[in-house]
């Protein structure tokens, strides 16, 4: 049979039934809480093509690729949430553009535009942005996510290890080139980038970006002291208000952001708080990891396997099942702390493996 994914059909391209039919009349999910999710963060690969030092060590070890869910089975999964009630689906990773053929998932999701599906949009690094820019348009992907911590080309090879800023800045303007709104996300490191923070958003709002600033996590293992690279987005906020004018305002992408607008470049700033400003309380994601591990929480252990059950003799009550038993295991809030060095982190896997 024909394949969804380069073909523009509803052809199966593989046994399973449509997931459509998941959960006996497509109730939409809700958890315990009486939260309803809309925003499904999907991971299509753990690989990356930077080895940034707070997110993982130079020597990662990947995932053996017969692990990770096919782009058919992405994208099953994708239309099953979607027939549940998720409007907004980001593909993540990872590196989402290193995937082999990865646009040909944006494609098939992208004609679901209109029919359940809202936005569609993207988290990555944009060193293959350039090469990829126009073909996530005209997907129908209207707005990308880009991780980027520096301009400084020193700074950004040693806090990357790969000299790739001038890969990535090309990227960001194809992406504008493009019509594709552009946010920037830079994690604020003490004693590496904080004192480069107002010039980055300067330069973001200038070039017509909202600007996201957000504290470090403790995800993973990695070669360096997460408690030394740790600075406080409220004490980021106090110096760049010695600077700047900063208006809060009720602005919302759907994710953990909360919103300012600097009177003095006209844009946006998104503060994401994971350790001094818990965001929990309306929590509407669930993040899918490539190899089909659901999620409900960043941090926490918690989760059901939905490639087991994807991939199983009867996955529409099997894939029923798991969204059930995710929707009752999906915790409040999440219990992220770094006050001990040394520590471990508060989940071993890396923020890679589960998805931004």
Known sequence: MSSPLNTGTTARAVRKPDLISVGGGAAPLVDQFKRPISYLRLSVTDRCDLRCSYCMPEKMKFLPRREVLTLEELYELATGFIARGVTKIRITGGEPLVRRDIVDLFTAL???IGHGLEELTLTTNATQLAQHADAL???GVRRVNVSLDTLDRDRFAALTRRDALPQVLEGIAAAKGAGLSVKLNAVALKGVNEDELPDLIGWGHSEGHDVTLIEVMPLGDIEEERLDQFLSLGDVRARLEQRWTLEDIEYSTGGPARYVRIAETGGRLGLI????GNFCAGCNRLRVTATGQLYP????S????????LRSDEPERKLAEALAQAMMIKPEKHHFRMDERGAEPAQPRHMSMTGG
């Not at 708080?273 to 001094?276: R, S």
């Not at 929480?297 to 926490?300: I, K, Q, R, S, W």
């Not at 918690?302 to 490639?307: G, K, M, T």
Request: hydrophobic letters at 35%; a positive charge; proline letters at 5%.
């Open 273 to 276: 708080t994971p350790l001094t």
């Open 137 to 139: 348009a005209k997907a």
């Open 110 to 112: 992208g004609r679901r």
């Open 297 to 300: 929480c960043l941090g926490g």
């Open 302 to 309: 918690e989760r059901v396997d939905l490639r087991a059950a």
